[in-house]
């Protein structure tokens, strides 16, 4: 599958992998913040946004291979790898299959547990729901998303998280959503992981709170936690200035 995909800036390639059920529009704050630090690579899974759906299985693996078909494409040895929510999925994944490609790991608002009986069962009711009513039934998660800070006092941002669901395609978010279901516990994994990672979490986050971060650092070599304040599950949208330091700092420390 050849991804669609934004970029901007220069020197070490950071590919930021976007959440559900959103598209790469999501790092739009990233690619104009970061680019005068890296060269910001944010693609479209497999789906969503420029990039076709395809005819594949649904599997978290096998949105991870297509980055690494992307990174072949553009000629990239090694990559910072990073992502949000399912993101960081395909994230994990990505260092589970293709570990040589890896200059450090970026894991924000994420987890790295498998779904139990009961979150498979609610994906797979959501996945027949967007199927048979669209992408608007996703909106009843809206308050999960983002945190009570933007709830209460980010009208814009809320606005655009909005509008980003609305336009999610229905096809791609039922098998996004079997993807998630369907992935595996990456805890050894990340206990295995031989490069510098970076952890980030809002403190809002409802979906993949601390506890998740913390249990996730602690299994890396290597790793830095740092949590976002007034930020939820989205907090590269949510904060994307705090975000983006965070981020610069870590590619800096990398040389």
Known sequence: MRLYWRSAGSGIPV????????????WLSQREGLAPV???????????????LGDA???????????????????????????????????MAFCRRHPDRLLGVILADTKAGADDEQAKANRERIAQAVLEKGSDVLLDQLPSLVG??????????LGRVRGLIKVAPPKAVAWAQRA?????D??????????PALVIVGDEDRLSPLAEAEAMAEAIPEAKLAVIEQAGHLSAVERPEEFNRLVADFVRSLG
Do not use: K, W
């Open 38 to 52: 890296c060269r910001v690579i944010t693609p479209d899974l497999r789906g969503f946004g420029g990039t076709p």
């Open 57 to 91: 299985r649904p599997s978290i693996d096998v949105m991870a291979d297509d980055v690494a078909h992307l990174l072949d494409q553009e000629g990239i040895d090694r990559a910072v790898v990073g992502g949000l929510s399912m993101g960081g999925y395909v994230t």
């Open 148 to 157: 009570v800070t933007t709830q209460q006092r980010r009208g814009m941002v």
């Open 180 to 184: 998630m279901a369907n992935r595996r």
């Open 15 to 26: 590919v930021l992998l976007h959440a559900f059920p959103f598209s790469s529009a999501m």
């Open 186 to 195: 990456s805890f050894d994994t990340l206990r295995g992981l031989r490069v």
